[in-house]
């Protein structure tokens, strides 16, 4: 069903500031636990918040977001050489801050800044978790994804050999039904053993090329005018399609295997450690996960080569 890596980029940044007097306070950053970003050349990482009016933000000179998710997310870390980093807090005089007071190319008018404070040495880490799923109603743990445990994915369970492994793969026994349409959870409880068997073969449908038992493969159950949908076409609708028919033998050999999609999901989340500010000693501030960006989500399309 879904597959998970986690990548660690880890930037140094340690914040020192110190008081007239020497003394530093306890204080805590009370933020949403969210963050945006932007900059075409430089990477700006910030929140803000209102009622008191405060920013903090992390600029990272030279990178970009593309950076992050060019990264091969089947590595389990990544370590980024250290880049020029700077982290910043801010205080305004108004209560209210315009939705463009970052990365605009016009300062916003009628704000004058309170407190700025910012430095640019040494310790943060983000970390970035990756998401693959087929979204077939079955766990990736139930797929065998890892048959001998030895974190390497990379002989995990493929039953059609279309080169997709089962945990990523919505058509696990390459019939041109997906599997999520073959019932293999009835009562969605995790359990697969009630699966849908439709010939009492002891295979479940959702892992039989032939689920009727009828000597013709469930893909090759089409009309002549062939969409690799076997689920339309249907001789008697008393009983539905052919592909669960016994009594229908009609082939039309497969020509094709139909399109796969693989959902893709990034969660990047920033720790900052070590800040010492004017009015702050905090050894490690979650500075959140990152929101509003198209990368952060998607899917990949496959259409698997045909034997």
Same mark, same amino acid.
């Given at each position: 069903m879904r597959r998970l890596s986690s990548l660690l980029l880890s930037y140094g940044f340690l914040v020192i500031f110190s008081c007239s007097d020497g003394d530093v306070i306890d204080f805590e950053f009370d933020f949403d636990d969210?963050?945006?970003?932007?900059?075409?050349?430089?990477?700006?990482?910030?929140?803000t918040k209102e009622d008191p009016s405060?920013? =903090?933000?992390v600029l990272i000179s030279s990178y970009t977001l593309d950076d992050i998710f060019e990264e091969d997310p089947d590595n389990d870390s990544l370590?980024?050489?250290?880049?020029?980093?700077?982290?910043?807090?801010?205080?305004?005089? +108004?209560?209210?801050?315009?939705?463009?007071?970052?990365?605009?190319? =016009?300062?916003?008018?009628?704000l004058n800044i309170v407190v700025d404070q910012n430095d640019a040495t040494a310790v943060a880490?983000?970390?970035?978790?990756?998401?693959?799923?087929d979204n077939d109603g079955i766990p990736a743990e139930l797929e065998n994804q890892d048959p001998n445990g030895d974190g390497d994915f990379s002989d995990a369970q493929d039953t059609d050999n279309d080169g997709i492994p089962d945990y990523l793969?919505?058509?696990?026994?390459?019939?041109?039904?997906?599997?999520?349409?073959?019932?293999?959870?009835?009562d969605g409880n995790g359990d697969l053993s009630d699966a849908q068997d439709?010939?009492?073969?002891?295979?479940?449908?959702?892992?039989?090329?032939?689920?009727?038992?009828?000597?013709?493969?469930? +893909?090759?159950?089409?009309?002549?005018?062939?969409?690799?949908?076997?689920?339309?076409?249907i001789t008697n609708s008393d009983i539905g399609a052919d592909y669960l028919n016994p009594s229908v033998t009609t082939s039309t050999p497969a020509m094709a295997y139909?399109?796969?999609?693989?959902?893709?999901?990034?969660?990047?989340?920033?720790?900052?450690?070590?800040?010492r500010i004017d009015f702050l000693s905090q050894d490690e501030f979650d500075f959140g996960i990152l929101t509003g960006e198209s990368k952060l989500s998607g899917s990949t399309e496959i259409t698997p080569d045909f034997p």
């Open positions: 969210t963050f945006v970003a932007c900059g075409e050349v430089d990477l700006l990482l910030y929140k405060e920013t =903090v933000s370590v980024i050489p250290k880049p020029n980093v700077r982290f910043t807090y801010r205080t305004y005089d +108004r209560p209210d801050l315009p939705k463009d007071l970052f990365c605009s190319s =016009v300062p916003p008018e009628g880490t983000i970390i970035r978790t990756f998401t693959e799923d793969d919505q058509d696990d026994d390459g019939d041109n039904v997906l599997t999520a349409n073959e019932n293999p959870d009835p439709t010939d009492g073969n002891g295979t479940p449908d959702y892992l039989d090329s032939d689920d009727d038992g009828d000597g013709v493969l469930t +893909r090759d159950e089409e009309t002549d005018t062939q969409d690799q949908n076997p689920l339309n076409d139909k399109e796969h999609s693989i959902s893709r999901t990034f969660v990047v989340r920033l720790v900052v450690s070590d800040i």
